[in-house]
């Protein structure tokens, strides 16, 4: 059984730093794609980041130069490294992963190619 457990959530000020981590289990091999998403109050949920299992990655563009995803394939860990945190950063984080074996980072951004989704980590940033 496939498990995808967040945690590194917390509340901060703006300006500074948090750092998620998901922590995936049940999984034969390494998923292609793994994405942090989120979904702010009021708002759908859109995609952060995601990364495939070469290590190419994808920004959402509001985070491009702030947020650093990474992932470790021998632990099927997912990370994500978040600086100069913005208040518009408040959210609901969710970690995913993907079932099939695509070929392109580009696959790695829809949210409907993935199969499997973490319960989420709250963040909040305070101005």
């Known amino acids: 059984q496939v498990r995808l457990v967040e945690s590194g959530g917390g509340s901060v000020q703006a300006g500074g730093s948090l750092r998620l981590s998901c922590a995936a289990s049940?999984?034969?091999?390494?998923?292609?794609?793994m994405g942090w998403f989120r979904r702010a109050p009021g708002k759908e949920r859109e995609g952060v980041a995601a990364?495939?299992?070469?290590?190419?990655?994808s920004y959402l563009d509001s985070v491009k130069g702030r947020f650093t995803i990474s992932r470790d394939n021998a632990q099927n860990s997912l990370y994500l490294q978040m600086n100069s945190l913005k208040p518009e950063d408040t959210a609901m984080y969710y970690c995913?992963?993907?079932?099939?074996?695509?070929?392109?980072?580009?696959?790695?951004?829809?949210?409907?190619?993935?199969?499997?989704w973490g319960q989420g980590t709250q963040v909040t940033v305070s101005s």
């Open positions: 049940g999984f034969i091999y390494s998923p292609y794609c």
């Open positions: 990364i495939d299992i070469d290590g190419r990655t």
């Open positions: 995913a992963a993907t079932r099939a074996g695509f070929g392109n980072i580009i696959d790695c951004g829809p949210q409907e190619n993935y199969n499997y």
